[in-house]
């Protein structure tokens, strides 16, 4: 089955500074999403982006389909942004599979 | 605020024990799923409904039982679980079911902390 692998597993940050999380995966896939676990457990889907560059405030992502990777970039990190960022791919079944997480701590 | 709501938020439950966990979803979705986080482990996926017809059931034990009786409330029935099922559960939810079922934005409640003694 297709692989999901995120990198880093674990980041801290400095309040303030910028980070780029990455998704490989191993095959092709329909469609990639973006989510973000806060320390309360609760799973936010930030981006739904199979393809190309979408941005939401201070969040970004890009997904180069071709090259079987997606980028997560975070400007100007707040605190808020603390916790687990999941990226979630589905290929020919239908069967969302999520990668590991990168796991960001920002301190203030 | 998702517009998908889990309750309990905790639960504690002996091995012999009979519960249930409960999902509503407000967004007139027609795709509602379940998924188990453990820890330093990815969420695996259990089970999928679709238009109140189940879809997926990924070899999950039978001690879990997946219930929807409309296409705006899920539940998992739980009986004689093992301390190797304490974990995160979590509800979500889709609009559609076109060619595939995760061609949609997921949308995820808050999650029941399962903790089984």
């Known amino acids: 089955g297709i692989q999901v692998e995120q990198s880093p597993p674990d980041l801290i940050l400095q309040e303030g500074a910028n980070s780029t999380l990455r998704c490989n995966f191993s095959d092709s896939v329909n469609n990639l999403q973006w989510f973000h676990q806060n320390p309360w457990g609760q799973l936010i889907n930030l981006f739904y982006i199979p393809s190309g560059t979408k941005q939401n405030g201070r969040l970004s992502a890009t997904t180069v389909a071709t090259e079987r990777y997606s980028l997560l970039y975070i400007s100007s990190s707040q605190t808020t942004d603390s916790g687990v960022y999941f990226c979630?791919?589905?290929?020919?079944?239908?069967?969302?599979?999520f990668g590991s997480g990168t796991r960001l701590l920002v301190r203030p | 605020e998702t517009g998908v709501t889990q309750t309990p938020r905790h639960l504690v439950m002996g091995m012999t024990n009979k519960k249930s966990l409960k999902c509503e979803q407000h967004l007139g979705h027609n795709a509602m799923y379940w998924y188990k986080q453990s820890a330093k482990k990815p969420l695996e996926l259990m089970f999928v409904?679709?238009?109140?017809?189940?879809?997926e059931n990924n070899s999950v034990p039978s001690r879990f039982s997946p219930e929807c009786p409309n296409s705006s409330h899920l539940f998992l029935h739980l009986h004689t679980l093992q301390p190797e099922d304490s974990a995160l559960y979590l509800c979500a939810s889709s609009q559609g079911f076109g060619q595939g079922v995760y061609r949609e934005k997921l949308f995820f409640g808050s999650g029941t902390q399962l903790s089984v003694l």
């Open positions: 979630a791919v589905d290929d020919s079944s239908y069967k969302l599979i």
């Open positions: 409904y679709s238009l109140e017809e189940r879809v």
